[in-house]
């Protein structure tokens, strides 16, 4: 079955830096997601894109973040300047169209020091 | 606002075993409902749905009812084995202006033992 790869696996990062999580979403896809889950917390959703613009984002997806699919094949997540409190798995998932199920990927852990 | 609440874990179980695993939803209107489920190391992956009441997804030996008059969608499996064990999420699909989200339960971890 496709899949929804996502990289770097983990991410160890000092606060106010910035990083980009990096997710190659299946390749017939048109809508995709970033989620997050902060430990033992909700998963929690982000931001929804489809037809290069954002269509839907959380009050979580404030200026601090963006995202981007710059070639057509990858999609990013960016945290300009990162907090402790973004530290989290964060999950990119992808779909044909609205109303089919999800594929996630197996996510980045991101840890904010 | 919408959303899901499920049961605290964790859970272990012996192999065998009957698992229940139960989740409530709050929600204007009637969501379509979802079980996913992450074994270590991987992404969340579908388990089973239901798109309306009394619907019954099912699938790998798992079920859940819709159930519209209790707002449940209880997760069950007669007979667990070892390779169940994962994280189990329950979750509803929220359609408002053109876009849609999936809202999610906290997750359920699930250990079960040979």
């Known amino acids: 079955e496709p899949e929804v790869t996502q990289t770097p696996s983990h991410q160890v990062t000092q606060m106010g830096q910035e990083v980009i999580l990096r997710c190659v979403p299946i390749?017939?896809?048109?809508?995709f997601y970033w989620y997050r889950q902060i430990l033992g917390q909700k998963v929690e959703f982000l931001v929804s894109?489809?037809?290069?613009?954002?269509?839907?984002k959380s009050e979580i997806f404030d200026d601090q973040f963006s995202v981007e699919r710059p070639d057509g094949s990858n999609f990013t997540l960016k945290i300009r300047s990162t907090k402790l409190e973004d530290s989290a798995m964060y999950f990119c998932?992808?779909?044909?169209?609205?109303?089919?199920?999800?594929?996630f990927g197996s996510g980045t852990q991101l840890s904010v020091l | 606002g919408d959303s899901v609440t499920q049961m605290e874990g964790p859970v272990t179980l012996s192999e065998e075993a009957f698992l229940t695993i139960n989740c409530t939803y709050t929600?204007?209107?009637?969501?379509?409902l979802f079980w996913y489920v992450q074994y270590p190391g991987e992404g969340l992956q579908l388990l089973l749905k239901?798109?309306?009441?009394?619907d019954k997804g099912s699938n790998k030996g798992f079920e859940a009812t819709y159930r519209k008059e209790t707002t449940s969608f209880h997760l069950e499996k007669g007979s667990v084995q070892v390779s169940d064990s994962a994280v189990y999420f329950c979750?509803?699909?929220?359609?408002?202006?053109?876009?849609?989200?999936?809202?999610f339960g906290k997750g359920t971890k699930l250990t079960v033992n040979p």
């Open positions: 894109f489809y037809n290069n613009e954002i269509s839907e």
């Open positions: 929600a204007t209107g009637y969501p379509s």
């Open positions: 998932a992808s779909t044909r169209q609205g109303g089919e199920k999800l594929f």
């Open positions: 979750a509803l699909l929220l359609i408002a202006g053109g876009s849609e989200k999936l809202v």
């Open positions: 239901a798109t309306k009441a009394d």
């Open positions: 390749s017939n896809h048109l809508y």
